[in-house]
């Protein structure tokens, strides 16, 4: 089977311990975790992780089986990038200087639809939000001119398709 990137979409009640827990799942399995993001879903005390992962299918299907073992989970998909609506965000620290000496660095923002958050004396902060590959790119036009720090955000997804998660999770809330 060939390998593909797959978004795991994890709904659970917020206990301790279970990010550990999940992370453990792919640990044994050496599969790496390439995205993470944990936040509030649209169930009132209900968590949503949104796992992205470089594997085949069939190891995907084995991960969300195992995941769904978890006590506190209460359902598990995956999907491919082709079923999904997705982001990322990524902040990029550049020297100040550069800002007004390097005519290619306001090129670069303006071609790639980033925001300056912040301007000082020392530095400028950059915002961008894409897909992995849309990231990927400005990073690789900033490095040249040295970028001072750089952080990316996990992914975050909705589905195309209608999701069942909606009856399941206000089953669940009424239990």
Do not use: C
């Not at 990231?135 to 970028?147: N, Q, S, T, V």
Request: glycine content about 4%.
């Amino acid at each position: 089977m060939e390998k593909q990137w797959y978004t795991i979409s994890v709904y659970s009640e917020n206990n301790v311990g279970l990010l550990n827990r999940i992370s453990g799942i792919f640990l044994k399995r050496h599969i790496n975790i390439e995205g993470l993001n944990v936040s509030k879903s649209e169930i009132e005390h209900v968590s949503k992780f949104t796992i992205v992962v470089h594997t085949t299918e069939d190891w995907t299907r084995k991960i969300v089986q195992q995941i769904e073992k978890q006590v506190e989970v209460i359902k598990a998909f995956y999907h491919t990038d082709d079923d999904i609506i997705y982001q990322e965000s990524a902040l990029f620290k550049i020297a100040s200087h550069l800002l007004f000496d390097e005519r290619q660095i306001q090129n670069i923002i303006k071609e790639s639809n980033s925001q300056i958050v912040t301007v000082n004396r020392d530095f400028f902060v950059l915002a961008k939000t894409g897909r992995r590959h849309e990231i990927d790119e400005m990073h690789d036009a900033l490095e040249p001119y040295g970028i001072l720090q750089f952080v990316r955000s996990g992914r975050i997804a909705v589905t195309k398709a209608a999701m069942p998660i909606s009856e399941i999770l206000t089953a669940f809330q009424e239990n």
